[in-house]
């Protein structure tokens, strides 16, 4: 009986040992399923986010599209009156009628003034040219910002789910794994409550056969 009882004490060690090990690993594999649930809370987060800055820039664009044809609509304006402006005056800008414009002033400093108008006119016509140019191209490349970053974001966005569904399966997998290392646990358990119970028999049972071997010693030791 004592060699079965050292054999349960031992039997019993192992189990607490294996006990405390499982327990450290459960603790470590909750923390580990703890942090998978706070990535898949922050993937969430970033998910609604993303969405909402699509929408966002969405918006935007409408409204940059709308202010676009606002502005295509005025500078056509401005191109159909440069164009008339450019018909009209090709009669005035004609050597001939420079020259009569300029001959008809009645004093050299209206002459001059005259003579400065036209040079000043042709600038104005050709700074039109060049305003009406830089407008369209400003609008071209806010045009094409806008639609760059509406595709970065829809391709961000679109690359979410894929990264949704890895977390959410090793979550899984850390899920099974925890209740595998529970049940383990439990079931140490178990057999460690049975084998401390079958310790305290034995150990109840050595003691009660020493003291019967001490009272056969006593009687005998009476009688004789």
Known sequence: MKKDRAQLEQQIKESKQLLSSTGRDIKSQLAQLSVLSEQIRQQTELVSQLAGELKATEEEIQKADQRLRELEAELQKRKERYAKALSESTYRNSFENRLLFLLSSDTFRQMYRRLRYLGEYANFQTEQGREIQAKQTELETKRAELEQLKTSQTELLDKQPDEQQVLAAKQVEQKTLVGRLQ??????????????????????????????????SQAKKEKG
Do not use: H, V
């Open 183 to 216: 049940k383990q646990q439990a079931t140490i358990r178990t057999e460690l409550s049975r084998q401390q119970s079958e310790y305290y028999r034995l150990d109840r049972r050595i003691e009660q056969l020493i003291n019967e071997q001490i009272k056969a």
